[in-house]
């Protein structure tokens, strides 16, 4: 839950650009975490599921080889 929260608070303040599953890592473990796990995804699957509900849309976009991003709209 804390990880979740890390993330939540770290997106927001980059709204409208992607961040990658390393900054991520950075910023959630506050020290280069390197992973070849799916943490980040398992993660970000959970804060969907918790927030976007029944929505067909989330609120948290992702697109590969790009990273993540929550847009103005949000």
């Not at 890390?6 to 991520?24: C, T």
């Not at 799916?38 to 992702?62: A, C, H, P």
């Not at 697109?63 to 709209?73: E, F, P």
């Amino acid at each position: 839950m804390a990880k979740e929260y890390r993330i939540l608070e770290y997106l927001p303040l980059n709204k409208n650009r992607f961040l990658s599953k390393e900054q991520i890592q950075d910023h959630v473990w506050g020290y280069a975490y390197k992973s070849e796990s799916n943490v980040i995804e398992v993660l970000i699957k959970n804060i969907r599921r918790k927030k976007d509900g029944n929505r067909n849309t989330s609120f948290i976009q992702t697109k590969r080889n790009l990273g993540n991003v929550i847009h103005d709209a949000y």
